[in-house]
């Protein structure tokens, strides 16, 4: 039976991560390791100044205290799986809120499955775009499309392949909207994300002074071929974009060469 391990940013016992558990069951062995607390935009760090205990909530079910989602992938596939064995498949989410643009670059969703393409598993990251700062997960939301959409992907992967090469993932975004509302999936680029300044300065009943960084609003730069991922979910489309881990900036290479000798 294949098997698939299963994080998250938002908390072990976070509604997104009960439907991805809901949706993959029929597929696959679940096991789960995620953060005993919401960890979102803690990008893709690892905790190394002090110890994290791994605590079992249930059968092949767990929580890392105060751990983040790279811990989470890093500490799972080092100590539950056998040696020289790994799961078939990591996939981090469902996300409460969108991971689109650079936002990518803060995710922690994003970075638990670039944790797991590092460690040399085949991963997804999968996100549920919110309205009105997810007012509608709190009501209720059930997350059809994203389950359905999940399901569709992860049993393509396991009848055929993972389609793409190693250090690369799936960054998966899904429209706040029903299924049958669904125009259908597009294979995307990140888009450039607009941030604005939502930073909150507030005082202690001691005087002192402290910040609260808020929420952005979804603004980005318009594409000029209309197919980045924040156009695809404005127009009702599942968006996939594919990740690579290599920043290199190589169409710059040449230019920062000539620069440099130039310069001396």
Not at 80 to 86: C, D, Q, R, S, T
Not at 232 to 248: G, R, W
């Amino acid at each position: 039976m294949k098997q698939i391990l299963l994080t998250n940013d938002d908390g072990f016992d976070a509604l997104g991560l009960k439907a991805l558990i809901e949706a993959l069951t029929p597929l696959a062995k679940i096991i789960v390791v995620a953060p005993a607390k919401n960890k979102s935009a803690c990008g893709h760090s690892l905790t190394l100044d002090k110890p994290l205990r791994m605590d079992c909530v249930a059968d092949d079910y767990y929580k890392i205290d105060d751990g983040t989602p790279t811990d989470c992938v890093f500490i799972s596939l080092n100590n539950l799986f056998k040696e020289n064995y790994k799961p078939d498949l990591i996939i981090s989410g469902i996300n409460i809120g969108a991971n689109m643009g650079e936002d990518i670059t803060y995710s922690g969703t994003a970075a638990a499955a670039m944790e797991a393409v590092l460690q040399g598993v085949p991963s997804i990251a999968i996100s549920q775009v919110c309205k009105d700062r997810c007012q509608e997960i709190k009501n209720g939301w059930d997350f059809a499309l994203a389950k359905e959409t999940i399901f569709t992907i992860v049993k393509q992967i396991f009848e055929k392949e993972f389609p793409l090469p190693r250090r690369r993932f799936l960054n998966i975004n899904i429209p706040p909207i029903k299924p049958q509302d669904c125009r259908g999936i597009k294979i995307t680029k990140a888009g450039y994300r607009e941030y604005g300044n939502d930073t909150h300065r507030h005082y202690s009943p001691r005087g002192e002074e402290f910040y609260w960084i808020g929420l952005h609003p979804l603004i980005w730069q318009a594409s000029n071929d209309k197919n980045c991922d924040f156009e695809a979910i404005k127009a009702n489309y599942v968006s996939i974009t594919p990740v690579m881990l290599d920043l290199t900036s190589y169409d710059d290479m040449k230019k920062l060469d000539n620069w440099l000798k130039k310069e001396n």
